[in-house]
């Protein structure tokens, strides 16, 4: 046996284990590459959400003459323009779960319109399942989840008075 078949046997031998290191880790490296692309989906939908929330509790902190439909009310135009929101950005605003509730208690409803709520502070939640078409792959770590976006705002139009 010559130097060059030993060389060429070890060669041989050597593509052989590297083919079964690959096939070993190749299905580990794409289970951590689909999971850092469904961690990265949901992180990219909470954004998302929060900003649609943002906007609401925004619309909801300033005057609002002149911006409703008649016989809307302003949490009414909350819900539906961060619906509008979220369905611009691809996701789907008409399955959300929109809240315009009391900073310290979920349950209780904040109303927008009332007199008495005046300069009070009130928070926008939104919330979206993860498993409601969110996801560019099949939902597997995320599957049953909720993602949700909130933010807390003071209800109270400001008026600006000229100086003299």
């Known amino acids: 046996m010559s130097a060059n078949d030993v060389r060429t046997h070890k060669q041989i031998t050597r593509r052989g284990a ?9 299905p580990l490296f794409f289970g951590l590459l689909m999971g850092v692309l469904e961690l990265g989906r ?6 998302t959400l929060t900003t649609a929330a ?8 300033m005057g609002r003459q002149g911006i409703l439909l008649p016989g809307q009310s302003g949490n009414q135009k909350i819900e539906a323009d961060i619906r509008a929101f979220l369905n611009a950005a691809g996701l789907p605003g008409s399955t959300a779960v929109v809240k315009v509730v009391d ?12 007199p008495d709520n005046e300069l009070e502070l009130f928070r926008v939640i939104v919330r979206l399942d993860f498993d409601n078409g969110i996801s560019y792959i099949p939902p597997t770590f995320m599957q049953g989840k909720q993602l949700e976006g909130s933010v807390v705002f003071r209800n109270g139009r400001t008026s600006f008075a000229s100086g003299g």
């Open 18 to 26: 590297v083919a079964v290191e690959f096939a070993l880790i190749l």
């Open 54 to 61: 943002r906007e609401g509790g925004r619309l909801g902190s």
């Open 103 to 114: 900073p310290d208690d979920e349950t209780v409803t904040f109303d927008i319109d009332d």
């Open 42 to 47: 949901a992180l990219e939908v909470s954004h």
